[in-house]
């Protein structure tokens, strides 16, 4: 084995960063390569120990504790001094997990459903008006399972507008399309187009949205949920 571990093809990240100049996505991996391509003193995100361990302590006290206070603005307010970004009218439903609160984004208006899994260790980003079901998971990359480090590749996902992922989905990095919904359970291997209705495992196809019909507001804060 003598190759560098693999990465994220550079223009997919482009491509998700065109769609969403708002992604915020850590530093990139660094590493020592030996000759025998075996890798030395990996950091998944090149960042000063500072930055670092605020963001791990930010997570840990955020899933074990802060996620179960039944107060909207409590989990807000922890979530943006955290690094979050997170517009007006949205919320994040109780007991949800969120890695690497500093590369998440959310938009106005967007409603994130109880437990989901918000992995933003490469970058996330949701648009506006964008609601999440409970028990969503996304995920924020996979690992390069040929290699003998078993090295992570971190890959963004941008959601788009007015997107609706229905409960139990879960979604591999990808850009989901303006409109699209990801019916329940499904697992999203690939991108989703615009006004897409995508379900099943690997997610297809399975219908097309109205244009017309996303005109709503994704907000949706019940008291002490
Ligand atoms: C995606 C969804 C909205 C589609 O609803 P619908 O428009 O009423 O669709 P239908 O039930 O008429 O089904 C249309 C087709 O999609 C398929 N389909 C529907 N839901 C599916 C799913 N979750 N996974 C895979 N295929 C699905 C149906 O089998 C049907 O296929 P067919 O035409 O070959 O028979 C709905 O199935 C869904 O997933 N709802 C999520 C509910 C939820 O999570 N609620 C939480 C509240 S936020």
Known sequence: MSRPP??????????????????????????????????????????????????????????????????????????????????????????????????????DDCCVGARCMLDARAGLYLGDNVILASDVHMLGGGHDINHPDFLPVPNPTVVEDYVWIASRAMTLPCHIGRGAVVAAQAVVIKDVGELEVVGGNPAKVIAKRDPEGLQYSGRFRAPFW
């Not at 807000?76 to 500093?102: C, H, P, Q």
């Open 6 to 107: 693999a990465v994220t093809d550079p223009q997919i990240v482009a491509r998700k960063v065109a769609a969403a100049p708002g992604l915020r996505m850590p530093p990139p991996p660094k590493y020592d390569l030996r000759p025998d391509g075996r890798v030395d003193n990996y950091r998944m995100q090149d960042m000063g120990l500072l930055r670092k361990a605020r963001n791990r302590v930010g997570q840990l006290l955020y899933n074990m504790v802060v996620t179960y206070i039944p107060s909207h603005h409590v989990r807000l307010a922890y979530l943006r001094a955290f690094g979050a970004k997170i517009g007006k009218g949205s919320s994040v439903n109780r007991g949800t997990t969120i890695l690497d609160i500093e590369f998440l984004t959310i938009g």
